[in-house]
């Protein structure tokens, strides 16, 4: 069974560009949360998603966006970015909200 | 604001010993929680998850809950180089998001 999968792995982006990830969940799965990590704040929550609806969100700026398919393959898109935004940003599937999530290998967001 | 808080560490035991790791939760509704251990420049891995009070082994593992002490922990038997890595403690309730704490980084020496 295929493990999630996160594209691109790694990218480097300009000052005031936009991007967006791009997150595969385990099949059968129905919700997709990102997270951003960075060394001194950890895992921070983005948002998460269950049937194309988002069910959470956490304490970002409007800046960071995200939506979920039909087929439970979820993006995120991050406008104007800023420095701060250099970060790993992990993808996590669960069968349903708040059953055990499953991470994906991570983008690996450079700003420059 | 829900917290998830564990001691950053580094947390050093020799190879063979028993690694104790401790995570504390500030929501006294929370329902499930999780451990994942993280290697260094790769994505967590869940190892354990646990929902109600009491022990729950697998293999070297144990998680510990406490719901009145709002008290998670997780045990290592026979500790090897290779779970040298940091553990990340995870909580969540019914229609909120796993919250992660910042995970106590264990090195276990040879």
């Known amino acids: 069974k295929a493990g999630v999968t996160q594209t691109p792995r790694y990218l480097i982006k300009t000052r005031g560009q936009q991007v967006t990830l791009s997150c595969s969940p385990i099949?059968?799965?129905?919700?997709v949360s990102w997270y951003q990590q960075t060394p001194g704040q950890g895992l921070q929550f983005l948002f998460e998603?269950?049937?194309?609806?988002?069910?959470n969100k956490g304490n970002f700026p409007g800046r960071f966006s995200g939506r979920q398919f039909s087929n439970s393959r979820s993006e995120m898109n991050v406008s104007t970015l800023e420095l701060g935004d250099s970060a790993l940003y992990l993808c996590?599937?669960?069968?349903?909200?708040?059953?055990?999530?499953?991470f994906g290998q991570g983008t690996r967001l450079t700003v420059v | 604001q829900k917290e998830v808080e564990q001691n950053s560490g580094p947390l050093s035991v020799p190879e063979g010993a028993i690694a104790s790791l401790n995570c504390t939760y500030s929501?006294?509704?929370?329902?499930?929680f999780f451990w994942y251990r993280q290697y260094s420049g790769k994505s967590p891995e869940l190892i354990m998850s646990?929902?109600?009070?009491g022990d729950k082994e697998d293999g070297r593992f144990t998680a510990q809950l406490n719901k009145a002490s709002q008290y998670v922990s997780l045990l290592i038997r026979d500790s090897q180089p290779s779970d040298s890595a940091t553990y990340l403690c995870?909580?969540?309730?019914?229609?909120?998001?796993?919250?992660f704490g910042k995970g106590t980084t264990l090195s276990v020496s040879s």
């Open positions: 996590a599937s669960s069968v349903s909200m708040n059953t055990e999530a499953f």
């Open positions: 099949s059968g799965h129905r919700s």
């Open positions: 998603y269950f049937s194309e609806t988002q069910r």
């Open positions: 929501d006294r509704v929370s329902q499930s």
């Open positions: 646990i929902y109600s009070n």
């Open positions: 995870a909580v969540t309730q019914a229609g909120t998001a796993l919250i």
